[in-house]
Every structure is written in structure tokens, then in C-alpha cells.
């Protein structure tokens, strides 16, 4: 029993640790002083109405919030039909399109933001909602694919079979059989997308214009000149925000599975 | 519907997502690397890094960076990874949770959260000095061991999904055989469970490695002007300079170097295991 204690004070040190900066924000944000301090002074909302002054963070919420749910419907969608060929179909290449598809994942954010600053300049859409859309669908369909394709790999096809022997149209099949079985992985998909898209910096650092600035960018930049309680109060919100989705995939499929915990386990 | 028809379709659309944003601009990019200001063919852009000792340094203290977060993962990690496999159903889904949910969130807000912590006035500083530990704040900000503080932070969670996986897939029977046969706990741990979580270990500390040589968010908020790494001032060639073949070369001697790394150590730990099994 020993042993598992000594682990077990370890794991709670670093499960603290990771979870120290939530910890730390959330209280501050509260603060009534002029001030970051922690333990925060006095208490009130001041700093969460000072928020709506500062139209830079409420347009680049809007523009994230706008973001993240077109790149999550968009990757979903693409994401899904490639895995359906990969999966359902054996065919010449599959290997390599496969490949392709989860590549994105190995190449540093930091290369595919530069790179494609470099080609959108070229064809004259940097800076613009549509270049920051695609790079962010980019970088969110390995995951659609290798969640789906995870689906599709205990997916049983004779029921697909049997819907059209007994005459259903291969759409009704589709949406009435397929689909519903898929809804977690593709749920999960969606979900997945949007915090990606949501939570990126190094991407979106090269393609946004003062316009289309997104949220966390625009913590980002102010954080390097201001260090107050605005920065707590809005990260607050985003913290918020991003738990109601964090909870949502722990629903829908579970973080374990999500992250291919489980698959193995006793 | 035919088949070749049906799977150009359904593939098709993130195809050209993948050409389009993807492999033509990394082309684009690695033939912009080899140019000079009047687009002529050129290897300068390459040859500056060794010239320069400035660019040289810039390296080694990415790569010195990279090997402590690396070390500081693997130590934290290594446990929680061991806890999570001993334990039970329940228990294990919430430390997995909250392991996993913190990395859900943007890297600038985890930050953050460390600088309030970590500052002058911050929460350490001020307890440290109430405590009378101290006189002066710690400089615990603003220098490389913010910078592999951050790092930490962010990328624990994949050193231990690395070695929790390998620990999951080890057989509990093998501990009881080697207990059975006389083998004390420590005993039983470095001959049964640490080889055979190896794999787990070299996958997760080149991940954490690959990663942390690539960061540029928490470098730049926590690391400040003092701590420059390779992707910093690759993005301020790119962004602030404006000399992109530059820009583009150093990310590229970046990953070259990150992938030369990596495979060394890989190569290096693999002959390493080949001797034991055959010298035994």
C-alpha cells in the first residue's frame, strides 16, 4: 500500500499543479483593487463590465465564437465523408491519402501558420476570415478523420445490408442506420473542432489582420504590454465557455476514449 | 454508385483542403528558403545559421529548453502514469479528467494563470516573503525556468497518456509471477515493469521533446525578451523583419534539427536494448 501512496501524493501534486492556473484566475478576476493580486482584495464584477469597454475583446469573441463553429461543421463534414471512403472502400492509395489526411498533426503549428501566410499572400487572401477559416478546418480534420475512422472500425456493415434489402434508398440508410450509429464519433468530431479551432494561437498568429482578430490572439497581444485583472476576468469567460464543451465531449464520448486511453485497459 | 466515382467524391473536398493549405504552401515555403532578395537560387539563408554564433546559441538553449521540460514531464509524469494504473475504475476517470480537461483550454490562459502565480508580486513571491523565507522575490518569470515551467504545464499531459498506455497494456500477471518467484517490489519493477514500459516512455518523452523545440506561445509570454528560442525569432523574421526566405529557413533548421534529434535518441536507446537482449 505504500507504494501506492507515494504515487498517489505525487499525482495529486501535479493534477493541483496542472490545475493551478484555473485556480488562480477565476478568484482574481473578482478582484476589487486596481490590480492583480492573489489572494484577490474585496470583491466585485467590476472588471468583468470593464470587458464590454473594450470592443477589441468582445469583436474578437465574436469572430472566435463565429470561427470555431463554421471550422466545426466544415472539418466534421469533409473529415467525415474522407474516413467513410477510407473505411468502407479498399482501394489503391488509401494508405497514403490516409497518411495525408493525419499529416497536418506532425508538422509543427509553427511551419503550417508561416506557410500558409506565405501562399494566401500569393493568392491574396491573408489576413482575410476565409484563409483563417481554412487553416483552422486544417488543422482540424486529422482529428474528425482518426475520430471517425475509430467509429467506423467497429461499425457492423450488415446492418447497412439489411436496411437495403428490406428497400430503403441508400440517403434513408445513410441518415436513418449510418449515421445515428456514428453520432458520438461524429459529435465528439464536431466538438473537438471547435475547441482546436477556439484555442489556436500559433496558426491564426500569422493570418489574422487587426479585423479578424480572434480571442485568444487578442488576450495574447494585450497581455504582453498590460498585466491586469481584465486579462483574469475575460480569461475567466473563455474558461467557462470552454468547460460547457469539455463537459459536453465527456458526455457524448468520454475524454478517456477521446484521447485513446482506454482502449487497452483491464 | 461506382466505386472509383464514389471514392474521389467523398474524398475529394478534404483533398483539396490538404493540397491547397497544406502541401503547396509547404512547397512554397521551401522553395522561398533557398532564395535571396532578388528570387535568385541561393543557400545563404542555411549557411548564416552556422556562420552566426547568434543563431547557434538561439539552438542550444531551444534544444536546452526542450531537454529540461522533457526531464521535468518524465519525473512528474512517471508516477501519475503508475497511479492511474494501479487504480481503480472511478479513480482513474478522474485523474484522467483532470489531467486531460486542463489541455482543453488555450495555452495563453494556462499561462497566465502562471504568471499571476509565478511574478514578483506573485502568489509564491508574497507567500515566501510573509513566510520570512525570503527578502527579495524570486525571479521565477521572465528566464528559462519560467519558460520550462510553461512547457511543463502544457505538455505533461502527453507524457503520461504515453506511459499510462503502455502501463495499461502490461499483463498483471507478470508482477505476480515475478513476486511469486521471490522478486521484492523494487526488484519487480525495474526487471518487469520498466522494460516493458519503455516504449511508452520513448514515445512520450520524443513527443514532449518535439513539442517543446516547437512552442512559441509560452516562450513568448513567459520567457519574455530575455529567453529567445527558434521559434520566436522565426516568427519575428517573419512578422517584424519581414525577411521571409530567412523566416522560413529557420523553422525549416528548426524541424530538421528536432527530427536529427529525435531519431539519434530513438537509434541510440534501440541498439542500446539489442546488446542487453543479446549479451544476456
Redesign the interface.
Known amino acids: 500500500m505504500k507504494?501506492?501512496n507515494?504515487?498517489?501524493l505525487?499525482?495529486f501534486?501535479?493534477?493541483l499543479?496542472?490545475?493551478?492556473?484555473?485556480?488562480?484566475?477565476i478568484p482574481?478576476s473578482f478582484t476589487a483593487a486596481g490590480y492583480?493580486?492573489?489572494?484577490p482584495e474585496g470583491f466585485s464584477f467590476q472588471w468583468y463590465t470593464m470587458i464590454l469597454d473594450r470592443p477589441e475583446f468582445v469583436e474578437s469573441l465574436w469572430t472566435s465564437l463565429k470561427l470555431a463553429t463554421v471550422t466545426a461543421v466544415l472539418a466534421t463534414?469533409?473529415?467525415t465523408?474522407?474516413a467513410?471512403?477510407?473505411s468502407k472502400?479498399k482501394?489503391r492509395g488509401s494508405g497514403v491519402?490516409n497518411a495525408?489526411?493525419l499529416?497536418?498533426l506532425t508538422?509543427?503549428?509553427?511551419?503550417?501558420g508561416?506557410?500558409?501566410?506565405?501562399?494566401?499572400t500569393?493568392i491574396g487572401i491573408a489576413g482575410t476570415f476565409t484563409g483563417l477559416l481554412?487553416?483552422h478546418?486544417?488543422i482540424s480534420?486529422p482529428y474528425v478523420?482518426r475520430l471517425v475512422l475509430t467509429g467506423l472500425s467497429t461499425f457492423d456493415y450488415t446492418l447497412e445490408k439489411a436496411g437495403y434489402m428490406l428497400g430503403a434508398h441508400?440517403l434513408r440508410v445513410f441518415w436513418d442506420i449510418t449515421l445515428p450509429l456514428l453520432r458520438p464519433a461524429i459529435v465528439s468530431g464536431m466538438i473537438f473542432s471547435f475547441?482546436t479551432s477556439?484555442?489556436n494561437?500559433?496558426v491564426s498568429?500569422?493570418l489574422v489582420a487587426p479585423d479578424t482578430t480572434t480571442l485568444?490572439?487578442a488576450?495574447?497581444t494585450y497581455?504582453?504590454e498590460t498585466?491586469d485583472p481584465l486579462?483574469?476576468s475575460i480569461?475567466a469567460v473563455?474558461?467557462l465557455l470552454?468547460?460547457v464543451?469539455?463537459v459536453l465531449?465527456?458526455k457524448v464520448y468520454g475524454?478517456?476514449r477521446?484521447?485513446?486511453?482506454?482502449?487497452?485497459?483491464? | 454508385m461506382n466505386k472509383r466515382l464514389s471514392i474521389t467524391l467523398l474524398t475529394a473536398p478534404a483533398m483539396i483542403v490538404l493540397l491547397g493549405v497544406f502541401i503547396l504552401p509547404m512547397l512554397l515555403m521551401l522553395m522561398l528558403s533557398f532564395q535571396d532578395e532578388n528570387q535568385a537560387f541561393t543557400l545563404q539563408n542555411y549557411t548564416l545559421f552556422v556562420q552566426d554564433s547568434f543563431y547557434v546559441e538561439i539552438l542550444w538553449r531551444t534544444i536546452r529548453v526542450s531537454l529540461w521540460t522533457v526531464l521535468a514531464t518524465l519525473l512528474l509524469g512517471f508516477p501519475v502514469a503508475m497511479y492511474m494504473a494501479q487504480a481503480t475504475g472511478k479513480m482513474r476517470g478522474i485523474v484522467t479528467m483532470l489531467i486531460l480537461a486542463p489541455h482543453l483550454i488555450s495555452v495563453v490562459i494556462r499561462n497566465f494563470g502562471w504568471v499571476v502565480v509565478l511574478g514578483e508580486k506573485g502568489w509564491i513571491n508574497e507567500m515566501l516573503m510573509k513566510l520570512g523565507l525570503i527578502e527579495q522575490p524570486l525571479r521565477l518569470l521572465y528566464n528559462e525556468l519560467g519558460v520550462v515551467i510553461g512547457l511543463t504545464d502544457s505538455f505533461i499531459a502527453y507524457m503520461v497518456l504515453a506511459i499510462a498506455t503502455s502501463l495499461y497494456a502490461i499483463d498483471p500477471s507478470l508482477s505476480k509471477a515475478a513476486s511469486i518467484l521471490g522478486a521484492s517490489r523494487i526488484r519487480t519493477f525495474f526487471t518487469v515493469t520498466l522494460p516493458l514500459c519503455l516504449p511508452g516512455i520513448i514515445a512520450g518523452t520524443t513527443l514532449v521533446f518535439s513539442l517543446s523545440m516547437s512552442a512559441f506561445v509560452t516562450p513568448a509570454l513567459m520567457g519574455g525578451t530575455s529567453v529567445k528560442v527558434m521559434p520566436v525569432i522565426a516568427y519575428e523574421q517573419i512578422m517584424a523583419t519581414l525577411n521571409w526566405p530567412l523566416g522560413a529557413a529557420l523553422a525549416f533548421l528548426l524541424l530538421g534539427s528536432t527530427i536529427l534529434l529525435v531519431t539519434l535518441y530513438t537509434k541510440l536507446i534501440e541498439t542500446k536494448r539489442y546488446k542487453e537482449v543479446f549479451a544476456s
Not at chain 1, 499543479?17 to 484566475?25: H, T, Y
Not at chain 1, 508538422?107 to 503550417?112: G, M, N, R, Y
Open positions: 507504494k501506492i507515494t504515487f498517489g505525487i499525482t501534486f501535479v493534477l499543479l496542472v490545475n493551478l492556473p484555473f485556480l488562480v484566475i482574481s492583480l493580486a492573489f489572494p463534414v469533409l473529415g465523408l474522407a467513410f471512403a477510407l472502400y482501394f491519402i495525408l489526411m499529416s497536418p508538422v509543427p503549428s509553427l511551419i503550417i508561416i506557410s500558409a501566410l506565405l501562399f494566401f500569393r481554412l487553416a478546418i486544417l480534420i478523420v441508400p475547441l477556439f484555442d494561437v500559433t498568429l500569422f485568444p490572439l488576450i495574447f497581455m504582453q498585466l486579462v483574469a480569461s473563455v474558461i470552454s468547460l464543451f469539455i465531449l465527456e475524454l478517456e477521446l484521447f485513446g486511453l482506454n482502449s487497452q485497459s483491464h
